[in-house]
C-alpha cells in the first residue's frame, strides 16, 4: 500500500452542505477501495494565483490518505465528472506504507490535539530569585532607559539649540558698535 496526499480546489461559490458530498464521496471511495484516510484539512476559500474558471478564489481541501493506485484512478475520476471541482493534484508520499503506524500516528495527534497545553503565565510570586527585579543598589548607573534616548527629531533639535545659544557670558560676543567696512 502507498501512502498519497491529493489536494483539490473547489468552488468558492458554494455552500458547506453542497461541499460536504465531495468530499464525503472521496472518503466513502477510500474505505470501499480497502484504503485509510489519515487526515482530512479543510484550509478554506483562498485568493487563487490565476484564474480558473473565471474565479479569483478557490476552496481548498487536502486528504492524506494510504490506497493503491485503484484509489487514486477512482477518486481522480470522480473528480474529473464533478463540476464542483476546479483543479486537483495528487502527490505520492511514500511507496510502502505501514498501515498501522499510519494510525498510530493519527491517534498520537489526535490525542495531541485533545489537551493543549496550558500556556499560564507565572506570577512573580512564583517567579525564581534569577528572574526577580533587581533592586536600585543592583542596576547599574550608565543603564539607559526609554525616556533617556532621544529620536532623530529630538536630537536634532537639541543640536540646534546648542549651536544658537553657546554657554557662557552672552554679552561678550555681542558687538556694541557697528563698525563699517572701508570703501
Known amino acids: 500500500m502507498r501512502r498519497y496526499e491529493t489536494i483539490i480546489i473547489m468552488d468558492p461559490d458554494l455552500s458547506a452542505e453542497k461541499r460536504e458530498p465531495v468530499l464525503k464521496r472521496v472518503q466513502d471511495v477510500i474505505e470501499q477501495q480497502g484504503g485509510f484516510l489519515a487526515l482530512l484539512d479543510d484550509w478554506g476559500a483562498r ?46 508520499i511514500d511507496k510502502t506504507v505501514d498501515i498501522g503506524k499510519v494510525k498510530e500516528e493519527v491517534a ?45 527629531e529630538q536630537e536634532a533639535a537639541s543640536a540646534e539649540t546648542q549651536t544658537l545659544e553657546p554657554e557662557g557670558d552672552k554679552s561678550d560676543k555681542i558687538p556694541t558698535e557697528i563698525e563699517e567696512e572701508p570703501k
Open 47 to 92: 485568493k487563487l494565483a490565476y484564474e480558473i474558471k473565471k474565479k479569483e478564489r478557490g476552496y481548498y481541501v487536502r486528504f492524506d490518505y494510504c490506497g493503491t493506485a485503484a484509489v487514486v484512478d477512482e477518486i481522480e475520476r470522480f473528480f474529473r465528472i464533478d463540476d464542483r471541482v476546479l483543479k486537483f493534484m495528487t502527490v505520492l
Open 108 to 152: 498520537a495527534a489526535e490525542k495531541k490535539a485533545e489537551v493543549p497545553e496550558k500556556q499560564v503565565a507565572p506570577s512573580e510570586a512564583d517567579a525564581p530569585v534569577e528572574q526577580a527585579t533587581p533592586s536600585e543598589e543592583e542596576i547599574p548607573e550608565a543603564q539607559t532607559t526609554p525616556s533617556d534616548v532621544e529620536t532623530p
